[in-house]
């Protein structure tokens, strides 16, 4: 069987694996009532808590209560009249809804009713640990939210904005990204297969011990732990073929990603990727130095990585063009950073957190310093003009070659041009 006949047939397979997850999510919406009514919920708080107007907001997972079908989802609480919330795991009383797989928690401070004595998990340990270690705030903001899926908010508002403007929030998102830069350092700690073998335990224990199972992460590492044990086999992966593969097997086990803005916007990003390398050899032939080539691949990912993406940021948010620029610009601070925090992971930040605190400072100041030059486009599009355009570009970047691969941008450049003008 030829490769692109193959991958055809992984791309039917996948548009048959998006209409099953459509229907069971259709059919679960219809199934269930949106509002379940009052009722008890034991609950962890995955998120950094939110004041504002005296109500509290924080991202949480269901572990148990009253309602069965809410358990292992990821739900958002808001309680009204409080400033904290009483341990990283609790039980509340409060009113619930189901809305596209996401449960809604709403409850006043009096009802929560006692504290659940469950134990701190690693991921609790390791970030009671970093509260120990690392003295400078702002660093530790930016380690919990680059190093352990934190939302951004426990970044200063000033930082959030400037990571928003310069397009490199992205960069914050606990992602494909941050697995590979774990598994290729891991992978260089010990020779041959013992290094392979260190980060296929890495990579599993980072995804299920240290940040929450958010789609991109889900994704990311099946394709990294399926690529690990075809490499183990003395095989080389086809990436593109395992991207279609992890999709396939997140819309069977979570319907719900359907509709999930994080999951096409890891996907879309990745494949672009992926497509973007493919066939490239006359661009290596014409750039001599290896150093250089790099660099100019570095550029030439975060090109196609944006294109990939922004139809569907257009579709909620404003389009940050500047990040594909600095995403490369930036790459090696945040090498630098992921690097030192992974050894810290290793020895369970035990070594001095003085390169953290210096990386750290100086990628927070880099990218405040960048956001002179940022600026945003508002550009609105409909989602099925979303998918129009991210479906005919990624075919181009299939099909063409080397250079040509350049004309998959420009679905993209005439569909939103006129919008702007």
Request: glycine share 8%; with cysteine; hydrophobic share 50%.
């Amino acid at each position: 069987m030829g490769e692109t006949e193959r991958h055809l047939k992984q791309l039917a397979l996948f548009f048959v694996a998006i209409l099953i997850a459509f229907l069971r999510l259709e059919g679960g919406q219809k199934q269930d009532p949106d509002d379940l009514g009052k009722g008890r919920l034991v609950l962890t708080a995955e998120g950094v808590p939110n004041v504002e107007a005296n109500r509290l907001k924080v991202r949480v997972r269901v572990l148990g209560g009253d309602f069965s079908k809410t358990y292992g989802k990821t739900g958002y609480l808001t309680l009204f009249g409080a400033e904290s919330i009483p341990s990283k795991s609790f039980e509340v009383l409060g009113k619930v809804k189901l809305n596209n797989g996401r449960v809604f928690i709403y409850a006043s401070y009096k009802d929560i009713k006692s504290l659940v004595f469950t134990g701190k998990s690693i991921r609790g340990l390791f970030m009671q640990r970093v509260e120990e270690r690392v003295k400078d705030q702002e660093v530790k903001g930016l380690v919990f939210s680059y190093l352990f899926g934190e939302s951004q908010e426990v970044l200063p508002f000033e930082y959030q904005a400037s990571f928003f403007s310069t397009g490199l929030l992205h960069l914050l998102v606990v992602s494909g990204a941050h697995l590979t830069l774990i598994a290729i350092i891991l992978r260089f700690l010990l020779p041959g297969v013992y290094g392979l073998l260190l980060s296929l335990v890495g990579v599993s224990l980072y995804t299920f011990f240290i940040v929450p199972p958010d789609p991109p992460v889900l994704r990311a590492y099946i394709m990294i732990f399926m690529a690990l044990l075809i490499k183990l086999s003395y095989h080389r992966p086809d990436y593109l073929s395992l991207l279609l593969f992890s999709a396939c097997v997140l819309l069977f086990l979570f319907p719900d990603y359907v509709s999930s803005y994080s999951f096409w916007l890891s996907f879309m990003a990745t494949l672009y990727i992926v497509l973007a390398l493919r066939h490239t050899e006359k661009i290596k032939e014409a750039i001599s130095s290896e150093n250089l080539y790099r660099v100019f691949m570095s550029f030439w990912t975060s090109f196609f990585a944006f294109f990939g993406t922004c139809s569907i940021v257009a579709t909620f948010s404003l389009i940050t063009p500047v990040g594909i620029l600095l995403t490369p610009l930036l790459s090696l601070p945040f090498l630098l950073f992921t690097a030192y925090g992974v050894l810290e992971l290793l020895t369970f930040f035990s070594l001095p957190s003085f390169p953290l605190e210096v990386l750290g400072k100086l990628i927070l100041k880099l990218v405040s310093l960048f956001s002179f030059a940022g600026f945003t486009l508002n550009v609105p599009i409909s989602v099925f003009q979303a998918v129009f355009v991210g479906a005919v570009g990624g075919a181009l970047l299939y099909f063409l070659k080397n250079w040509w691969k350049l004309l998959a941008a420009l679905p993209t450049v005439l569909f939103l041009l006129p919008l702007l003008l």
